[in-house]
């Protein structure tokens, strides 16, 4: 049985929190693609992770991938430019079909200069700098493993009651930009897309606003391939999001928010903010979506 280290992260600096995330996403994709049988369940292994039984992909080339994967979405975070990060389950082709959406939303998590990322957070000892316009506290974490404990237990609770998926399904991780003209959404950091090959823009139906800046993804494409990158299979334009007086105000992908939206659990110790929920699509529920429907949503 593996091991991984268990102990409580110091979350003293925002490069601390950010790996505090990502080390619970990469247990936490290990763990769903366990659970909904993505990869044979004899190809995992058992493990313990925050003194809790979870499972591991043994496979070295998905190990690779969703190592590479989690590390580019912290070079990402560190910049502060992500809301969310998403696991994204498809159907085999042809339709590929977004089916399932695990949703790890950071949208609280501090915005610190990439400069500051390893500046300390203000303590008693450590006084503020004036300069600064927000002073995060570094939180009391010896309860956050034990936060992360019951979010996999629930987790795990949540997906035995979802419906089987089909043979063969592909899986995307994706990440949403926050909004350029959100307050310290990162306007002038330069967006990833297709930056050294790691992300590329997702198409409309995953995208909150119809704009290549406001999602990307990286796909695994085919099961055991190693990763081939590819566009993400989505369906339809988008929905219209009216706005005051009947006017177009954005267009909201409508491959989000699925048919039915099942809350997993929400987080926080302090700096440490976080909200995890499961998404069912349409593309689940129905096997095909009408050429008329498509027309309507346009």
């Known amino acids: ?143 956050l493993p034990e936060q992360f404990r019951s979010t996999f237990s629930r987790l795990s609770h949540q997906l035995s009651s979802l419906s089987p998926l089909p043979e063969n399904c592909s899986f995307t991780l994706a990440i949403e930009l926050r909004d350029p003209d959100e307050e310290g959404g990162g306007a002038d950091v330069e967006l990833p897309i297709d930056r050294e090959g790691r992300w590329i823009v997702a198409e409309p139906g995953l995208q909150r606003r119809r704009s290549p800046t406001t999602s990307s993804a990286r796909e695994r494409g085919e099961r055991g391939n190693g990763g081939n990158e590819r566009g993400i299979g989505g369906n339809g334009d988008g929905d219209v999001e009216m706005g005051e007086g009947g006017g177009s105000k954005s267009k909201r992908g409508r491959d989000l928010g699925g048919v039915r939206t099942v809350p997993v659990r929400s987080l926080e110790s302090g700096a440490f903010s976080m909200e995890v929920w499961v998404e069912e699509g349409r593309g689940k529920f129905q096997s095909k979506v009408e050429d008329g429907e498509e027309g309507e949503d346009g």
Request: glycine letters at 0%; proline letters at 11%.
């Open 1 to 143: 049985m593996a091991t991984y280290n268990s102990d409580a992260p110091v979350l003293d600096t925002y490069q601390a929190v950010v790996s505090a995330f990502c080390d619970f996403l990469t247990v936490a994709i290990h763990t769903i693609l366990y659970e909904r049988n993505i990869y044979p369940q004899t190809s995992f292994l058992k493990a313990r992770k925050y003194n809790y039984p979870v499972r591991q992909n043994r496979h070295p080339k998905v190990c690779k991938w969703i190592q590479d994967a989690v590390a580019a979405v912290e070079g990402e975070m560190l910049k502060s430019t992500i809301s969310s990060t998403s696991l994204i389950l498809h159907a085999p082709p042809p339709s590929s079909a977004p089916l399932e959406r695990y949703v790890f939303s950071t949208a609280s998590f501090p915005r610190i200069p990439l400069s500051e990322t390893r500046t300390l957070f203000a303590t008693e000892d450590i006084p503020p700098d004036p300069t600064t316009a927000k002073i995060f506290n570094p939180p009391p974490t010896a309860d």
